[in-house]
């Protein structure tokens, strides 16, 4: 089992930063990737970025070059980097974590951006 617990979400105004936190507990060895994920109410689940175990990162259309993914692997953390917010960025950020065939989910932070 792999425990997964978000912080650094909040209420912002547009065009400001926030970093978000995923750290990493529990049989974490075998983790593949690590990821973010946001949703609105009412709507699906929504791929925000991913980072492998190798270090490879992707990232949504729509957060390219305003969200960066990154880890350190000694606080088995990784992090979401967020600039030029905007208010459609206005979500619940989930994070993921890939372990062999399973998949594990934190519980998930808010982040509002105001206009």
């Known amino acids: 089992q792999v425990q997964l617990v978000e912080s650094g979400g909040g209420l912002v105004q547009a065009g400001v930063s926030l970093r978000l936190s995923c750290t990493a507990s529990g049989s974490i060895s075998s983790i593949t990737s690590m990821g973010w994920y946001r949703q609105t109410p009412g709507k699906q689940r929504d791929f925000v970025a991913r980072?492998?175990?190798?270090?490879?990162?992707n990232y949504a259309d729509s957060v390219k070059g305003r969200f960066t993914i990154s880890r350190n692997s000694a606080k088995n953390t990784v992090y979401l980097q967020m600039d030029s917010l905007k208010p459609e960025d206005t979500a619940v950020y989930y994070c993921k974590a890939n372990r062999n065939w399973s998949e594990y989910w934190g519980q998930g932070t808010q982040v509002t951006v105001s206009s």
């Open positions: 980072i492998t175990s190798t270090g490879t990162t």
